[in-house]
């Protein structure tokens, strides 16, 4: 089969994370699988042009044309099947078969963001995928959310597919256990935006007392210059003196080392699809600590980790200082109920299964 994965660009998003592992695994599968996108971040291009696949970027400024370049691309690939992630790219995958099409389109939802609700372009977008073969949301949040704003959409065209990893990869490595060195170190990979929440984390760790402060470490590894948040935050946390337990670090391809020296996997963003990082940290064996996003409520109790409300530091500040408190065999049981639940949810075979239901593979 001949596969085209369409999104925005390469970069080191949740979404770009979870269509590139998509399209791994149908790579490995044997099909021909390539990438369509319009911004020219390359984050995961080495990794995908090593498996072969390739990439054809469409750096077009003027949306109307862009569209039509993309649209005429789709139309005379002889693509069977298209996957597309995020609003925009769906969007123009979608108009894509207008008036008629040859191939299977999968639309996928990945965000839980409130404001779909509320912006006429948002809602808009999601009208167009009465055309799509399949809507793919990466939670139930998400998906109720797209159903609330397009009732006629079938439910038989409406699944919810959980992240993908590979169990394999993802593994516990307790060589790699940092917690013991008088630190607990909480480690998050996020980009900076404001709706990450930098600096509601930073107004929690100023509610620490200094002593709680001299055991906590937070290494945060993304892309900044979206907007604003990430100087804002650095000016901050120089006000509160809290250089010392703060480290920022660029979006790498070790994440997964990273992840495995950390004592807790973090996230403490306003809205979220179904967020990567604590799917990976649940494989990894670790300890979380999140808001709630998402499905995170239904996966994550306190046998495997604590969820705070983003928009309330104290309550923030709550669970670390419970973190604070735990000696090493209390984090070792949380981490591995962890991993048995990511074991159940986020097998790459099971759910790469399900995707090959929905492309008739």
Known sequence: MNILCVIDSLGS???????????????????????????????????LIAEGISIHCIQEPSYIKRLLKMRYYMRTGKFDNVISFLEASCFISEIAGFPYRDWRLIVGERSANPNILKSFKLRFYRWFHLFASYIVANSDANLKMVKQINPFLLDSKCKVIYNALDLDKWSPDDSYYSFGH?????????????????????????LLTEEEKEKLEIEWYGDHGFDSSYDEGQNLIKEYGLLKVFKFYDATLEIRKKFLSADVIGLFSHHEGLPNAICEGMALGKPILATTVSDLPLIIDNSCGFLCDSR?????????????????????????????????????DNILNQYKNLLKL
């Open 13 to 47: 998003g949740g979404a770009q994370r979870q269509l590139v592992e998509l399209a791994l695994g149908l790579k490995k599968e044997g099909h021909l699988v390539s990438f369509l996108t319009y911004h020219p971040q390359d984050f995961y291009k080495e990794l």
């Open 182 to 206: 008088n630190k607990v170190r909480i480690v998050i990979a996020a980009s900076h935006q404001r709706l990450k929440n930098l600096k509601g984390l930073i107004e929690a760790v100023n």
């Open 312 to 348: 309330d530091p104290s309550d923030i500040s709550h669970k670390i200082k419970m973190y604070l408190s735990m000696d090493y065999d209390q984090m070792k049981i949380m981490g591995n109920n962890s991993r048995k639940r990511a074991l159940n949810l986020f097998s790459k």
